[in-house]
């Protein structure tokens, strides 16, 4: 092209008239392609299922005695004395590894409040004149629903805690003047002959945006 | 070889004196085609539903807006969400209180790694639940050790927790020195006088900038028009808070604002089963978070070197 | 006063006049370049009705293509400036008209920069909140509020400059020194400081530590001046093949030595990196280690970061040997310089940003086809502008396109003045040794 002599006039026209009726059919293909929307929009979203309601829940891990109690809910199962005589304490079994047996009435109970047997004996906690009250090692008698004055008795320093509200769950107003606030008792979170916390199925995880590509399988050197 | 000066015998120019009818055409044409491709082009904007409107287009900045001007985008907010949800909502503007410096104490000895924090946390707060948006992370962390990078972000046990690890929840530290604040191009993030860091969902343009200064990840973008059940929907909202975002921009964790500047403990305190999520008022001696941060002798803030000033404590009973 | 206004709108009519007229070889490049952008505004359409979700972005890398470009294009725009330098402090006789296409590719790579930014935005609607004044600028605690003022104050000094030096030409005048050259020596000053201000939008976050460093402002200004002038040797041999317009190779190897100096300062800066990073074993190279060597698994930017040290350290060598004055050697130098840096600036600068996540969650991110036909077409949309401006300046500076023609019919520009005509050709592409 650069050789041509100046005067090439005609020579050149043909070659622009094909670039703009081309330039021409590739508009009109677009204008089509869009008009028609040909080419649409694919959502690159995928499913993720809503949480389950049960995971929303702010019930506590359990309901403690004096929960029933202060619902006024049917307490027959819990009536000590149906089967026990007032007056006479019952009697504890311990096998060759001073273990304590369970009998038989209280299967459901697990005892684990203390490695190593430390806290095996019933009567720690459960008063063995009546056995609608509870008892602390030094002798005071508690109710059941004073039961945390129980567990501070060894348990000092998260007693401490407890009682400012740093330990255990409190929920309501943080302004006090504002409304109710409520502190959980340590047996609603506690089983009180296996405190320790049992573990849950966790909620679901993360659904990132984009998800991750699979990873490369790790080199011999790695 | 010399190069031709071309233009000296170049095609006719556009319509002028001189021109055949071939050319008129071929000109047409192209400009014919050319300006319906262009209009064409931007057929997709036909699907644009609600985009905006000439009220939302000039509404005024948070701080600038009169009390009578608050009262009627509240007004339309709650329009708005009725229209959409088909639930009447009510929004309210909540001031901070006189006397008030929140602060969140979390105590890593009783946390579980249940989750349930990150997703009362979505219900509460009218979050996106397709793309996801959860202002709560909750990372596994190795026994030992507090560094980031080995944390685990996905683990799907049978039970938690697990033996050898421990849990942390990350959200949002409304730090004292909030890197997003100092980022933000039009001041659409701030932090109010009771610590919240906020941020005003009608002023912020989108570019992200916030996100990427965040140092806990705490930030999240509307990616599309988020989706939220019709029946999750919490209308107790708050124009700071909870009421539903729009595509394009950013939101956080903002302390429940609406339950907050109520005086209630905000949702995640409230489901977590351990109780190891406190929350209160640092200024009031008698409040829990005041006896921890005086009794308790180890605090963790997460990247305490970038002085971000948290005012996440992390800490640990036993 | 307003035959001065008609004057000067009937040259802005015989300029956007003229940027229709042209040969074959001009309708074929201005229609391809139309009809990439047309993809681009029906990809952005797309992307204005379902948000960024159309792109490959995410809350974990939440900054893609879009800011990777702006960021070489800040550059670009930048060293278009830094040819001013030659001309105005050394009296570099050579380069005094080429000063303005260096200009106008300033402007458009500016135009360029606005765009990205623009779509990049979640809300574009709500721009006007950045108007100082009308909106709330959060000027100057941010350094994206200083980036809006300087690259904004960048675009008008560089579009006065040159339209203030095009119209002079055009009316035949000699221009007041006044009127352009305080303008010209706050440009190139300027230029620094929009290339440093982008720069300082990275090192300014602590919670990035890949980002947080003092040698990202000097790398961006060393990167910047070895890509710019390689775009402009290339540009302006373009322009020497499709119009008359005579420059000398002499100006080409002037340009050729700031590429040299700029690369060999560029790949000092990046040793200086890479020991940082991996000398001591501390903790807070996770980002580096993916960049470079691939992180938990994955690596999808190592082979892009390596290919770019692999063209960067190239064209260095070819830089420092003679063979690169031979202009086949040097247009290959340029375009390893150009690939080479667009790739470290963009996907190795912004990208490794954000992985890992300041959580320590790992991501990947890949550009969507929505996305990559936005960049095309802005891409386009300032090739475009860049042609538009070429096409009524190179007239203009041949003397074709002046008021003295203004009469004649069709306002076609006039036959090449003899002036022209007469200056000595250029000599063949081999040049003589120094």
Known sequence: MADQPPNARNGKRPKTALVLWGLSVAFAALATVFGLNLWGYSNPLYPIALVDRAFLSTDTNRRSYADLVRAKEDLSDFDCYACHDKGKPPTLRFDDHQNLIIPREHSDIVMGHGEHGRNNNCFNCHNENNLELLQTRDGRVLKFQDSPQLCGSCHGPTYEDWEVGAHGRISGYWDRKLGPFKRQDCVNCHDPHSPTFQGRKPAPGPHPLHVLPPKAPPAASD | ?318 | MRRGIRNYLVFLRRCALIAFVGDARYYLWMGVLTVICLLGLNAYAKQLVHGLITTGMSDEVSWGVYIANFTFLVGVAAAAVMMVIPVYIYDNEELHDLVIFGELLAVAAIIMCLAFVTVDLGRPDRFWHLIPGLGQLNFPASMLSWDVIVLNGYLLLNVHICGYLLYCRYRNRKPSRWFYIPFVFVAIGWAVSIHTVTAFLYVGLGGRPFWNSSIVGPRFLASAFTAGPALIILALQIIRRVTAYRITDKALLTLRSIVQVSMLINVFLLANEVFKEFYSGNLHVASSKYLYLGLHGYHALVPWIWTAIVFNLIAMVLLVLPLSRSLKWLNLTCVLCIVGIWIEKGMGLVIPGFIPTPLGAMAEYRPSLNETLICLGIWAFGLLCYTIFLRMAVPILQGRLTQANEGLPGGRPGPVPLETQLRPQAASSALPPP
Not at chain 2, 114 to 132: G, L, W
Request: glycine share 4%.
């Open chain 2, 1 to 318: 070889m010399p190069p031709l000066d071309s233009f000296s015998t170049q095609s006719e120019p556009a319509p002028a004196a001189g021109m055949t009818r071939r050319s008129f055409l071929r000109t047409s044409a192209v400009l014919t085609t050319g300006l319906a491709a262009l209009a064409t082009s931007l057929r997709p904007l036909l699907e644009l539903d609600d985009y905006t409107s000439v009220e939302r287009f000039m509404q005024k900045y948070y701080k600038e807006m009169t009390p009578d001007d608050m009262a009627r985008v509240l007004k339309r907010i709650e329009n708005e969400v009725q229209k959409q949800y088909g639930i009447r909502p009510h929004v309210r503007d909540l001031r901070p209180m006189d006397g008030v410096q929140f602060v969140y104490a979390l105590n890593l000895t009783r946390c579980i790694g249940c989750r349930k924090c990150v997703h009362a946390c979505v219900a509460e707060n009218n979050q996106s639940r397709n793309p996801e948006i959860q202002y709560i992370r909750v990372l596994r962390m190795p026994h030992g050790s507090l560094d980031i990078e080995k944390a685990v972000h996905d683990y799907a046990p049978e039970s938690v927790p697990e033996k050898g690890h421990f849990y942390m929840p990350v959200q949002c530290q409304q730090c004292k020195n909030p890197p997003c604040v100092k980022v933000c191009p039009v001041h659409a993030t701030w932090q109010e006088t009771d610590g919240i860091t906020v941020i005003d969902y009608d002023w912020c343009i989108g570019c992200r900038y916030c996100e990427a200064a965040c140092p806990y990840w705490a930030r999240h973008f509307n990616f599309t028009q988020p989706s939220i059940p019709k029946d999750r929907l919490n209308p107790e909202m708050a124009y700071l808070g909870n009421r539903p975002r729009r595509q394009g921009v950013m939101e956080k964790c903002h302390f429940c604002i609406q339950r907050t500047r109520a005086g209630r403990y905000p949702a995640c305190v409230e489901v977590c089963p351990a109780g190891a999520r406190k929350f209160g008022n640092v200024l009031d001696p008698t409040s829990e978070v005041a006896y921890i941060l005086r009794t308790k002798r180890v605090f963790i803030q997460l990247k305490e070197e970038l002085g971000t000033s948290p005012r996440f404590f992390y800490y640990f009973d036993v």
